[in-house]
């Protein structure tokens, strides 16, 4: 494995920005070299062609989303308020993304061939991302007899579904009123 490089890290903070504000097929391999100011050469070093290089961008993305879940997870203490921070990050991403969408989903939309290796990191990071709801959900249950009455199956599914609703209509409408929506839904499937 190489070392870590200055260039490396330039070429692939300039694919994080292109392939997501511009997609996979939208951008070229000569704007990502003119934007990380590398070499061809430097670049095709690193990533011998651009399915590698947006692999090591969806690599870079997932460490990078999962690290910032983990770290608003970590702010909270009870299940209570693990349940509740999933959302809630998710609420301050979709501004930091200007409305752009989820990175995974807009992959896997420009993505036909589910074999991908881009697809299939794609389906990877979101499927983390449900077992971490399932998870703080089966947290919640267990904590307390008020959550007793739990789906955790039902609930973690409902949950995903406003998430990723909520997203995309953001997206779409370039506002928050659908993931402040998301957010009181997720909140009424803790009801009996």
């Given at each position: 494995?190489?070392?870590?490089?200055?260039?490396?890290?330039?070429?692939?903070?300039?694919?994080?920005?292109?392939?997501?504000?511009?997609?996979?097929?939208?951008?070229?391999?000569?704007?990502?070299?003119?934007?990380?100011?590398?070499?061809?050469?430097t670049?095709?070093?690193?990533?011998?062609?651009?399915?590698i290089?947006?692999?090591?961008?969806?690599?870079?993305?997932?460490?990078?989303?999962?690290?910032?879940?983990?770290?608003?997870?970590?702010?909270?203490?009870?299940?209570?308020?693990?349940?509740?921070?999933?959302?809630?990050?998710?609420?301050?991403?979709i501004?930091?993304?200007?409305?752009?969408?989820?990175?995974?989903?807009?992959?896997?939309?420009?993505?036909?061939?589910?074999?991908?290796?881009?697809?299939?990191?794609?389906?990877?990071?979101?499927?983390?991302?449900?077992?971490?709801?399932?998870?703080?959900?089966?947290?919640?249950?267990?904590?307390?007899?008020?959550?007793?009455?739990?789906d955790?199956?039902?609930?973690?599914?409902?949950?995903?579904?406003?998430?990723?609703?909520?997203?995309?209509?953001?997206?779409?409408?370039r506002?928050?009123?659908?993931?402040?929506?998301?957010?009181?839904?997720?909140?009424?499937?803790?009801?009996?």
């Amino acid at each position: 494995m190489r070392p870590k490089s200055d260039a490396r890290e330039r070429i692939i903070n300039a694919a994080c920005d292109l392939f997501y504000r511009q997609g996979y097929h939208s951008t070229s391999v000569d704007e990502i070299i003119e934007a990380s100011k590398v070499s061809k050469p430097t670049l095709y070093n690193y990533f011998p062609s651009k399915e590698i290089l947006c692999i090591g961008y969806l690599e870079e993305r997932t460490r990078r989303e999962i690290g910032m879940m983990e770290a608003s997870l970590k702010k909270v203490q009870t299940p209570k308020e693990r349940y509740s921070a999933i959302i809630q990050h998710v609420r301050g991403r979709i501004k930091s993304w200007e409305y752009r969408g989820c990175g995974f989903m807009n992959m896997l939309a420009e993505m036909p061939d589910p074999m991908s290796p881009m697809v299939k990191i794609s389906r990877s990071y979101i499927d983390a991302n449900r077992s971490l709801i399932l998870s703080v959900v089966k947290e919640l249950k267990e904590s307390s007899e008020e959550y007793a009455h739990l789906d955790v199956k039902a609930v973690s599914d409902a949950y995903y579904l406003h998430i990723a609703g909520a997203i995309s209509t953001c997206q779409e409408c370039r506002q928050d009123w659908p993931i402040d929506r998301a957010i009181e839904s997720v909140e009424n499937l803790l009801k009996p």
